[in-house]
């Protein structure tokens, strides 16, 4: 379309009505000279000599007494887009007037689960005020016919008032594809009771315009989303120090406690390195004593209770070959001391493929373990004790 210029509307003036008891009507329409003329300013009938903003067809002034002054259709039609051409019109002759656009503020946002914590970031776009240098209406750009294009210092700008037909997502799209800032005027339940009213949503910031696109927009976005992104990393490496801390304090408690053991087993190695020679014939009496009453009472199993001692119970075995010590409680592994290193009894272990741990002079295993052992080794016990 041609770029027009202001004034081409004759009597408009904010007080102006638009609408018939806040449901907008065809007001305005083009006189035999190409003006954009007011009901009240045209004879009555078809003498307006006026045709639709819309069609083009020819249009009849409507001023009775009872309802508000309006244009119908010489033919009786409906034209569904009379209203929105109107108001498309009557937009572009205020922005020409006013010479400026308040553009609508924007909230962009991102969110997203942290390592430690969640992201949540957004800032706000603030409105602009544009300084118009020229209006086009319904003027072709690229793929897309835009209500209304105004230029900003050499910035087009698209502008889709929204009364019946709200932009779909295919026009979306393609105000995308060729890159141009848009924005979406909605009047579809907006009560217009005056041109100051259009004025308003014009003029002033308000919810009824939102941006279907802007480079700047997105710009932001996309650094917003670049912001979280590194939150991320930082939340990430912050997560793998505790990790790495959590790690080391076990580890240390680990050592200490192996220590711990180490220094028992030292000091238990010691003391029976002394008593060995004091115990040797107690054990000699011990044993004959078992073997006599375990022939007597033909003992077949464990027959014992337990005591702890030092967080462990011993359940003591004498075999015909040496001897078991057995050590288990509330602790997670049980362990199993030879008296000699050859007895028959320690096929069990083998069996179970358990080894012995050099370092304790023992074999070591989960306390899951505890009772199928219990009961494998009875059957080669002469005795057994508990300490």
């Known amino acids: 379309m041609t770029l027009i210029n202001k004034n081409e509307f004759l009597a408009l003036d904010s007080n102006t009505l638009i609408a018939s008891e806040f449901e907008p009507i065809v007001v305005f329409a083009r006189n035999s000279h190409g003006q954009f003329v007011h009901i009240d300013s045209v004879p009555n009938g078809k003498a307006c000599d006026c045709t639709c ?42 922005f020409a007037s006013r ?40 003027k072709r750009v690229a793929s897309v016919r835009p209500d209304i294009l105004i230029n900003v210092q050499g910035k087009e700008y698209l502008i889709e008032i929204f009364v019946t037909h709200k932009c779909d997502e295919e026009k979306i799209s393609k105000l995308k594809e060729i890159g141009l800032s848009s924005i979406e005027i909605d009047l579809s339940k907006f009560k217009l009771n005056k041109v100051s009213d259009l004025e308003q949503v014009l003029f002033f910031e308000n919810d009824l315009k939102t941006w ?52 028992k087993i030292s000091e238990d190695e010691n003391f029976n390195e002394i008593s060995k020679s004091i115990e040797t014939e107690k054990k000699l009496k011990e044993i004959e004593k078992i073997k006599s009453s375990a022939q007597k009472n033909n003992w077949t199993e464990a027959q014992s209770h337990f005591f702890h001692l030092k967080n462990f119970q011993t359940l003591s075995y004498t075999t015909i070959d040496g001897g078991l ?48 052992i219990i009961i494998n080794l009875s059957s080669y016990s002469l005795g057994i004790r508990s300490l």
């Not at 508000?68 to 937009?91: P, V």
């Not at 939340?235 to 990790?243: K, L, M, R, S």
């Not at 057995?326 to 290193?341: Q, R, T, V």
């Open 325 to 372: 010590d057995l050590f288990h409680g509330s602790m997670e592994f049980a362990y199993c001391k030879p008296k000699s290193g050859k007895e028959r009894a320690l096929e069990v272990f083998q069996e179970l493929n358990i080894e012995f741990d050099p370092i304790i002079q023992a074999y070591s295993f989960h306390r899951s373990q505890l009772k199928p």
């Open 53 to 94: 903003l819309a069609c083009g067809e020819p249009l009849v002034a409507r001023q009775g007494s009872k309802k508000a002054h309006s244009f119908a259709h010489e033919s009786g039609a409906e034209c569904q887009y009379a209203i929105e051409t109107m108001l498309h019109w009557l937009a572009k002759e205020l």
């Open 212 to 263: 279907l696109f802007d480079s700047k927009i997105e710009e932001a976005r996309r650094a917003l989303v670049a912001e979280a992104m590194e939150e991320f990393a930082k939340q990430e490496i912050e997560h793998n120090e505790v990790n790495r801390k959590r790690r080391v304090r076990e580890l240390e408690q680990l050592v200490k406690q192996q220590t711990k053991n180490q220094q």
């Open 99 to 138: 010479s400026y656009f308040v553009t609508p503020s924007h909230t962009i946002s991102t969110s997203m689960d942290g390592p430690i914590r969640p992201i949540n970031l957004s800032k706000v776009i603030p409105s602009m005020e544009l300084q118009i240098d020229s209006v086009e209406i319904e």
